[in-house]
Every structure is written in C-alpha cells, then in structure tokens.
C-alpha cells in the first residue's frame, strides 16, 4: 500500500498557514473526510471551528457553503425551493437548489435551529440525497456536513436528539490555543495581516479514491475484537452508562482507526488508532447515569475507563 503521510503532512502544513495549532482536530475533520462521515465540532466561539473547516474545502477543491442556524430557520432555506421562472410567455416551476448542494456543508451553531429544520439535514447526512415534494436529489460526491455547537450557551437552543448525534461519525472536541500558539495568532492576525494564498493540494476524484483505499487498509482480527469489546462494553457498563453505543459506533470506530493508520503512513490498523479515535466515536453516542453525572463525571472520562478496563 501506497504511503499517503506525505500528502497528509502537505496538507496539514498548508492548513498551518491559515490555523494555528489545532492539528488535532484538523487531523478528525481529514478521518471524517476519509470515512465519507459528517462531524460534530464542539468548542467555544472564536476558536476558528468555521476557519478550520473552509481552509481543509479549499485545499481539497470542494465545494463549499455555510449555514448559519437560528431559530427562524426553514428546511426550505437549507434545501432550496421550487420558484417560479417565466421564459417565453410560459410560466413553470424551476427547483432552486439551497447551500445543502455543496460538498462539504458547514452547519453553524445546528442546535440553534429548531427540531423540523434539523431534521432537513438528517436525509442529506445519511441518504446523500433530499426530497422536495415528491422529486428526489442526488447530492454531489464526496458530501459531508461538519456541524459546530456551542458547549455554554444553551438557552433558546435545541439538543440534538439521540437519532441526530448518532448520524455524526465525529464529535470533535475544539480546546483553546496554548500560549505559545496565541501568541502567534495574534502576530499573525493582529500585526502582520498578509493575504494567505492557499493552493489546492487535491480534488474530488482524488478525495473519492483515498475513501475507497480508507475501506482497503488492513486490520488484524485481535485488533477488530479488541474494538468491538469496547464498543459492546458500553452497554454493559451500568455504574457509568445508562445508555450504549448502537453498531453504527463499532463501524464508524474501525473505519475512523483506519483512516488514522493512513494519514499516520501505516499500512495496518494499530491498537493506539483505535484507542485514539474511541474518544471521537464514542463520547456523543453514551449516555452517563445520573450518579456519574453528580461525580462530574465526562464521557470522555467513561472513554478512559473503558480503555483501560479492556487492554
């Protein structure tokens, strides 16, 4: 298998022009991109969440658009609608298509927006298609929603219901800079102020045939138990976890370790890629018990346990 980490490494370089730090979670939104996923990116306003996700469409030459979600928000403003067009003294219907035509869509703030609308995306995250009436739309290829949420602000906003969450592949924690990397945000932003021009290192034919070769990379029949037992051990872990991970967790963690194993240059799955993405996976697909929740307990905490429980 052809080593794909000097591709990664330009990439990530080139994403370093616009983003300081964050490589981590530029690292998730690529394992998203290569599992063909939608990711949830969590983390405090002004942390460059809709920088982060606009700079990896431009590298890759996708096609990108942005919703901003508010309660006013209408399926029909995320889908499009049917308008009419008059051409020759002849009135038709003419579908206009909305921002979810795009390749990769980024949903700002989607707990903002009301349950209906949220529910507009759920066809285009798990189908790659929408229904307007009775007609039904195929969306372009490769199609990924990376959804942003804010973790403080949650008067006026609508949970994701459990249906929803489990739909993202991802949910990507975003933490602040340390302060070596502050600082040269603010040289970058507050003094120099230079037009970055960025170069597209890829495309969408070469996106699509890295997702095929993410399916292709092989993993040993210990390590696929090892995860399966971490994922079938969060539905027997009561003292925690009142509610478990459904399968949907145990494919979107083999296939996210993966895609890890081929941005790292490996050409097999190891036990760490799997240990470093059960975080990801898992922590929004768990639900805790009422007396983890009163010890503060986080679930990214359960995560922990569970890993080191099963090694």
Known sequence: MKNYKPTFDALMKEVGKVVVGQNEVIEQVLIAILCNGNALLEGYPGLAKTLTVRTI?????????????????????????????????????????????????????????????????????????????????????????????????????????????????????????????????????????????????????????????????????????RALKLVTATRAHKELIQYGASPRASIGLIMAAKARALIKGRNHVAMEDIEAMAYPVLRHRIILTFEAERKGLSTDDAVKDLIAKNK
Do not use: C, W
């Open 57 to 225: 469409a431009e590298l890759l030459d996708l096609k990108f658009s942005r919703i901003q979600n508010t309660p006013d928000l209408m399926p029909s403003d995320i889908i499009g609608t049917y308008i009419i067009e008059e051409s020759g003294g002849k009135r038709q219907f003419k579908f206009q298509q909305g921002p979810v035509f795009a390749n990769i869509v980024l949903a700002d703030e989607i707990n903002r927006a009301t349950p209906k609308t949220q529910s507009a995306l759920l066809e285009a995250m798990q189908e790659k298609q929408v229904t307007v009436g009775t007609q039904t739309f195929k969306l372009d290829q490769p199609f990924f929603v990376l959804a942003t949420q804010n973790p403080i602000e949650q008067e006026g906003t609508y949970p994701l219901p459990e249906a929803q969450s489990d739909r993202f592949l991802l949910k990507i924690k975003v933490s602040y800079p340390t302060v070596e990397e502050e600082k040269e945000i603010v040289e970058r932003y507050a003094v120099d102020q230079k037009e970055i021009r960025l170069k597209a290192l890829l495309n969408k034919n070469h996106v699509l045939s890295m997702q095929e070769i993410t399916r292709e990379v092989p993993i040993a029949n210990d390590i696929k138990q």
